[in-house]
């Protein structure tokens, strides 16, 4: 009887466990990679190969990437139970465990408090060890507030929703190069912001798609400049990137890194041809994985960049 009982508690106790990983979205953590960009393309700039190749940084921009996936799941947290009203009218997000009743909402909004501070705990620890490094603090702060004002009003802009996001994301990469005292790129920052919107817009065309009535910043959006704003946001991504590849000094370390420009420009491709042909990328975390398509792009982007970065000088 006793082992029953015990059977059953673990059974329970694993399935509220991946309740709250489903309601903190732990499959956008990927999202945050960005903040690895820094170290990554750090390499190109000689005097820095050491901070680039060494374990201490990489694990730094590593933890730092993980500190900005809790603040960003505490933030998931509190948006679902600020839209707990319009999710429950949306065919997909009524499901989401706040939305369908399976997680309270005073309990998300404690567990929200807890990631923020867990995640505040590692920029403010190195700060404390290191202050060079404020701005890494700093950074993470400055999301923060703007992902405040997201939550509250901003995301019931149209297209003022999309920018505020794409900046979230540019502000990751800005924190994982403070973190490391790495320099990073203004091309790659700005190609950050493109290629975010570009992604933010495909999501809102798909979101118009499969329900444009449960949320009234979506019936602002004409659909129409949505597909214009698609087309620019993608192509400029990728031009962003090849004058990046081209630039000057990158162009004399790294001769064929434009190369790597022919894999951006066939996933931004094969994305527009998803957003307009129905596909799911209103879920760009699972999509990148599941369309065999774009993820060979990703793939042969990944393999060619590694190549030509490590092994190209």
Same mark, same amino acid.
């Given at each position: 009887?006793?082992?029953?009982?015990?059977?059953?508690?673990?059974?329970?106790?694993?399935?509220?466990?991946?309740?709250?990983?489903?309601?903190?979205?732990?499959?956008?953590?990927?999202?945050?990679?960005?903040?690895?960009?820094?170290?990554?393309?750090?390499?190109?700039?000689?005097?820095?190969?050491?901070?680039?190749?060494?374990?201490?940084?990489?694990?730094?921009?590593?933890?730092?990437?993980?500190?900005?996936?809790?603040?960003?799941?505490?933030?998931?947290?509190?948006?679902?139970?600020? %839209?707990?009203? @319009?999710?429950? &009218?949306?065919? =997909?997000? /009524?499901?989401?465990?706040? !939305? #369908?009743?399976?997680? $309270?909402? +005073?309990?998300?909004?404690?567990?929200?408090?807890?990631?923020?501070?867990?995640?505040?705990?590692?920029?403010?620890?190195?700060?404390?060890?290191?202050?060079?490094?404020?701005?890494?603090?700093?950074?993470?702060?400055?999301?923060?507030?703007?992902?405040?004002?997201?939550?509250?009003?901003?995301?019931?802009?149209?297209?003022? %929703?999309?920018? @505020?996001?794409? &900046?979230?994301? =540019?502000? /990751?990469?800005?924190?994982? !190069? #403070?973190?490391?005292? $790495?320099? +990073?790129?203004?091309?790659?920052?700005?190609?950050?912001?493109?290629?975010?919107?570009?992604?933010?817009?495909?999501?809102?065309?798909?979101?118009?798609?499969?329900?444009?009535?449960?949320?009234?910043?979506?019936?602002?959006?004409?659909?129409?400049?949505?597909?214009?704003?698609?087309?620019?946001?993608?192509?400029?991504?990728?031009?962003?990137?090849?004058?990046?590849?081209?630039?000057?000094?990158?162009?004399?370390?790294?001769?064929?890194?434009?190369?790597?420009?022919?894999?951006?420009?066939?996933?931004?491709?094969?994305?527009?041809?998803?957003?307009?042909?129905?596909?799911?990328?209103?879920?760009?975390?699972?999509?990148?994985?599941?369309?065999?398509?774009?993820?060979?792009?990703?793939?042969?982007?990944?393999?060619?960049?590694?190549?030509?970065?490590?092994?190209?000088?």
């Amino acid at each position: 009887m006793d082992l029953r009982r015990g059977r059953k508690g673990a059974f329970q106790m694993k399935a509220r466990l991946l309740l709250w990983l489903r309601a903190i979205r732990v499959e956008q953590w990927t999202k945050n990679g960005v903040v690895m960009m820094a170290w990554f393309f750090s390499v190109a700039d000689a005097s820095q190969k050491e901070i680039a190749r060494g374990w201490q940084s990489f694990l730094m921009a590593f933890l730092m990437a993980g500190a900005f996936s809790l603040v960003s799941s505490a933030f998931y947290l509190l948006n679902d139970v600020a %839209d707990y009203e @319009t999710d429950r &009218l949306h065919p =997909v997000k /009524r499901l989401r465990p706040i !939305a #369908a009743r399976q997680i $309270a909402r +005073i309990a998300a909004v404690r567990v929200a408090l807890v990631l923020f501070a867990v995640g505040f705990a590692y920029p403010a620890l190195i700060v404390m060890l290191l202050p060079s490094r404020t701005l890494a603090f700093g950074t993470m702060l400055a999301y923060t507030v703007m992902q405040c004002f997201y939550t509250g009003f901003l995301k019931r802009i149209p297209y003022i %929703d999309v920018v @505020t996001l794409s &900046l979230g994301f =540019v502000l /990751r990469a800005v924190a994982g !190069a #403070a973190i490391i005292a $790495a320099y +990073i790129s203004p091309w790659l920052l700005v190609c950050t912001f493109t290629l975010s919107m570009f992604l933010a817009f495909c999501k809102r065309r798909n979101e118009m798609a499969l329900a444009r009535e449960s949320r009234a910043v979506l019936k602002r959006y004409h659909p129409k400049l949505l597909d214009a704003l698609i087309v620019v946001a993608g192509l400029s991504s990728v031009g962003e990137y090849l004058a990046y590849t081209l630039r000057a000094q990158m162009g004399h370390r790294f001769p064929f890194l434009w190369t790597t420009s022919v894999f951006v420009l066939l996933g931004v491709l094969r994305y527009m041809r998803l957003a307009w042909g129905g596909g799911d990328v209103g879920r760009p975390e699972r999509i990148l994985l599941t369309d065999r398509k774009l993820w060979l792009a990703l793939l042969g982007y990944a393999l060619s960049a590694v190549a030509v970065v490590w092994f190209g000088r």
